[in-house]
DNA sequence: TTAATCATGTAACACGTTACATGATTGC
DNA sequence: GCAATCATGTAACGTGTTACATGATTAA
């Protein structure tokens, strides 16, 4: 249940609305972890019965009402023991669940040329992804300025994963096409 | 749903029992996409009713009764159709899901030298990992002699794609392991 | 003698996605 | 005038995980 964890994570910085959790997650963990409004909303409630936060709604008239969530202290506590146990999900930190590689695997039903194809989508994908990714530095020292250097440095040492990350995907692309690109010439 | 897909391309290198199916994926697919055994035979029940796979009963007297599934028609057509419009999950092919790297982000409530810890266990695990990928190929070799030099050639790719993403795994870590330990020194 | 393999599943739960609904304000 | 932003959710569905059950045979 690591959403409930990335929540609090979040929460733990300052005190925030649902909207405002959803932006925050779109803009910083969604890297490394994916989820919908809907999903948040359902797990702020969830967390709520748990006793892990307590929110108090502001009526507002120009604007909707809006609700504020903040940690109680057995949700700090689950953060801390979430963050320091980590034994638990070392197994499955490498794991990848794509269905790109799972079409690239059974690709031998497709002709080689749209193999190809796919696989020159896959690296423009990465490069796109990869300049997005290298302006994050920047961004990520605006936000340490308001949330702290200390934080910082651990969301540098995540987005320099992925910058290394997408750089061995294209890396491999590059490899791949050639292997299939020699293969037409030899066949 | 690429889980049905999967197993539409298994499946379509030779007829299987659900039982043979969960092994062969846990040998194949399962370094890209995870699935268990109860979650195979639910998948199979719900495509037979789809009409894109029929099953036999062999009743056996030594072992247990077993059933063997055997693509239709319709279910090669719908593999075919899958394999060749790829666009679909073009966008998601990168992302990633790491309660690793959402608890190196938020890691920052932990000491240095707790974050280090988990950064030493990471960079373990990748390198044990790394290991049996590279003994993969080997093994890819002896199935392909059995079910054809044309699908091992896609194996092969992805397999290589396994051995480029864990090597740049350990690469970060060890980048991201010198950081933090100047870090301390530095303090 | 203990564990693994063969072979199948069901039930309950947890997590994630999609579609839908509301309705004012602000910027192009 | 149209889209985006603010702000909240519900309902239905789809997918993935965990725990449990059965019971013979075979290899260490």
Redesign the pocket.
């Known amino acids: 249940?690591?959403?409930k964890h990335g929540l609090l994570g979040i929460l733990n910085y300052k005190d925030m609305?649902?909207?405002?959790l959803t932006?925050t997650f779109e803009d910083s963990l969604s890297f490394f972890w994916?989820?919908?409004?809907?999903?948040i909303?359902?797990e702020?409630?969830a967390m709520e019965k748990n006793g892990w936060l307590i929110s108090r709604q502001i009526i507002?008239s120009?604007?909707?009402?809006?609700?504020i969530y903040t940690l109680t202290g057995a949700g700090k506590a689950e953060l801390a023991r979430w963050l320091s146990k980590p034994q638990a999900d070392i197994e499955s930190a490498i794991r990848l669940r794509s269905a790109f590689l799972m079409r690239l695997f059974l690709g031998n039903e497709n002709s080689t040329s749209q193999s190809l194809d796919i696989l020159e989508a896959y690296r423009k994908q990465c490069n796109r992804c990869l300049a997005e990714m290298s302006s994050a530095h920047e961004s990520i020292e605006h936000y340490g300025k308001i949330y702290g250097r200390d934080n910082a440095k651990y969301w540098q040492l995540t987005a320099l994963y992925g910058e290394e990350y997408l750089q061995a995907s294209i890396h491999w692309a590059d490899k791949a096409i050639e292997i299939l690109k020699n293969d037409i010439e030899g066949s």
């Open positions: 249940m690591s959403l609305t649902g909207y405002e932006k994916q989820a919908k409004a809907s999903q909303y359902r702020l409630n507002q120009d604007k909707p009402n809006k609700r």
